[in-house]
């Protein structure tokens, strides 16, 4: 099973993705990573790109997707069974809900979609019941784009904050793909 997975810049969450691409890897997928720019770029005080980047690679198997020019791959050379969005950052949705695909996050989505494969959407936003509620309600009513289960991070400290429940990744993934 072909399953790309893009990954976007909420580093908070960076350590449960791993965690993740294991679990992935281990049950059997074929993994095709995807980064964002800025976690190519950025070192944060959740740890350095160059590490994480590694780290990808070597539990993949793979070198990242990193371009636009590669990314746009995904739709009629690399067709992928499904396409995993984790995690999903409020900017990331904001773009998809308005088909704006000016990076290699954005353009395997939606090169993906082309093919109409699935896309498993994997929430981590802190402004998921501000602003950025109207792009995943967007997002929601578009064929062939599922969400993984998600609720409020932290009610008190962060009252807008949504972030996927990751254990159910797999679970979704499954179900998106029995479609």
């Known amino acids: 099973m072909k399953l790309g997975v893009v990954i976007t810049a909420s580093f908070c969450t960076l350590k449960k993705v791993l965690v993740v691409l294991r679990d992935l890897k281990e049950y ?49 050379m690399y ?29 395997a989505v939606k090169a993906t979609l082309r093919n109409q494969s699935p896309i498993i959407i994997a929430v981590s936003t802190n402004d998921g ?26 009610y008190e400290k962060k009252p807008n904050s949504l972030v996927a429940h990751f254990n159910m990744v797999i679970p979704t993934i499954e179900e998106a793909l029995k479609r």
């Open 28 to 76: 059997g997928y074929d993994l095709y990573p995807v980064l964002s720019n800025k976690i190519v770029d950025y070192d944060t005080r959740f740890g350095n790109a160059k590490d994480f980047v590694n780290e990808i690679e070597e539990i993949c198997g793979k070198k990242i997707v990193k371009d636009i020019v590669e990314a746009e791959k995904f739709g009629p």
């Open 129 to 154: 019941l501000g602003l950025s509620g109207q792009n995943i309600m967007k997002l929601m009513n578009l064929k062939h784009v599922y969400f993984v289960p998600f609720g409020q991070d932290d």
């Open 79 to 107: 067709k992928m069974d499904a396409m995993l969005v984790l995690p999903a950052t409020g900017d990331f949705m904001a773009k998809m809900a308005n088909s704006i695909t000016d990076n290699a996050a954005n353009l």
